[in-house]
């Protein structure tokens, strides 16, 4: 999504407030609604006790969440229903079909292959979450509007990692897993909620493009749209096979160092995920003024640097560990919102909405692979995760060599404003 000229903002001081009470609400929905993304992975440790499952298992709770993110996304967008029903009525629909499967996951699964189908609903109810969020803050931004998409996606990185914090709460309390993946499911209501009773369509607001694959495969015939996309696949490769597994590292890291409280390593979980919200806003600032390649590889590097990197601080002092899983929760998605809008900028015109339909899809069957294949590897050791992590820098390295061939093209000037 373009940034268009400050003429083009509302000229009322009435019109100007209402945008930041939109973004403030919005990025408040986002934060709760996106609870329980990973609520699975948050009370992993719990569920192999009473569960008795290994790695892979543990994966498949979250890639079903994934997928059905991505059916979900598509669905909208082949359908149109973003222009059929409000965007704050769906956002709150949104967010009541992720709360009552969520729910569903912890009262009626009893066994992982149970609990498949209530994940794969929680990922179908974020699809109504997320991408009809972006579409209402761009209905309230032009000027701004890549500074008002990084602040949600920073939001949207607090709220995945919020399970985390439930997680650290109810340690202290002694809470069931099952309470625990309720709160996030409360989060998800209350978020939903905010978002009906205080937000409604921008002055800006404009219908969805339908998804057509004939008119995306027209956008992916330039080159320039080929290599953000790239990009794009060579982030998601990392991210949230980060994220999902990030948090299982950290415990069983700081139990070798002799700190086996759960609390203090859901605590650290949190922390980690959660400074993803200051990458994303840092990210979108600085790509506006230094230009979008030069924020993507940058990010890339020195995620997929920790990435090879954190396996080797594998049971070494928990404030060494800590501070570089918080420089890889940074970085590993401050680039997030670059991508997008590299391809919004680089497609022919009309042909943008059905290319990032496609992308965002693509995207998010990547994370199955990656999320699976560290799953498989069923880390247990310094040697394991090295290899598990050490994987995921593929990734960063296959998204920088695509971003660097973007920016020597002539056409990259056509992102931010001249800025590559």
Aim: one cysteine or more.
């Amino acid at each position: 999504m373009t940034a268009t000229s400050a003429s083009d903002e509302p000229s009322s001081t009435s019109e100007s407030a209402g945008r930041w009470r939109a973004l403030t609400l919005l990025s408040i929905g986002i934060l709760l609604a996106e609870a329980p993304w990973f609520s699975s992975s948050a009370v992993t440790p719990l569920l192999k006790v009473e569960w008795q499952f290994h790695g892979l298992e543990v994966a498949l709770l979250t890639v079903a969440v994934q997928i059905g993110f991505a059916v979900g996304a598509l669905a909208l967008a082949t359908t149109g229903a973003a222009d059929v029903i409000r965007g704050d009525r769906l956002f709150f629909w949104g967010a009541v079909v992720t709360a009552a499967a969520n729910l569903g996951f912890a009262w009626l699964a009893t066994d992982p292959i149970s609990a498949l189908p209530f994940r794969f609903m929680t990922g179908v109810g974020i699809a109504g979450v997320y991408p009809v969020g972006m579409k209402l803050v761009s209905g309230w931004f032009r000027a701004g509007r890549g500074m008002a998409i990084g602040v949600l996606i920073g939001a949207l990185s607090v709220g995945t990692a919020l399970p985390h914090l439930f997680r650290a709460l109810g340690s202290l309390a002694g809470a069931d897993w099952r309470v625990i993946v309720t709160w996030t499911s409360i989060a998800a209501l209350l978020g939903g909620a905010a978002v009906l009773a205080g937000v409604a369509p921008g002055p800006f607001d404009a219908p969805s493009p339908r998804f057509s694959l004939r008119i995306a495969a027209r956008a992916f015939r330039e080159p320039s749209v080929r290599l953000a996309n790239l990009g794009y696949l060579g982030h998601m490769w990392e991210l949230f096979a980060m994220w999902t597994w990030v948090p299982l590292f950290l415990a069983a890291s700081f139990a070798v160092a002799g700190d086996a409280d759960a609390g203090s390593a859901a605590l650290a979980a949190f922390v980690v995920v959660a400074a993803g919200g200051i990458g994303c806003v840092a990210g979108g600032v600085l790509a506006d003024r230094l230009g979008r390649t030069t924020v993507t590889i940058g990010a890339m590097i020195v995620s997929g640097t920790c990435a090879v990197l954190i396996g080797f601080t594998f049971g070494g002092p928990p404030a060494v560990v800590l501070a570089l899983a918080i420089v890889w929760g940074i970085t590993v998605v401050a680039d997030s919102a670059q991508f997008s809008a590299a391809v919004s900028e680089l497609s022919p015109p009309g042909t943008a909405g059905s290319a990032l339909s496609l992308q965002t899809a693509a995207g998010f069957v990547l994370t199955a692979a990656t999320i699976l294949s560290v799953g498989a590897l069923d880390p247990t050791d310094g040697a394991g995760w090295r290899i598990a992590f050490g994987s995921l820098a593929i990734g960063p390295l296959v998204g920088v060599a695509a971003m660097w061939r973007l920016r020597s093209r002539p056409d990259a000037l056509r992102m931010a404003g001249g800025r590559r």
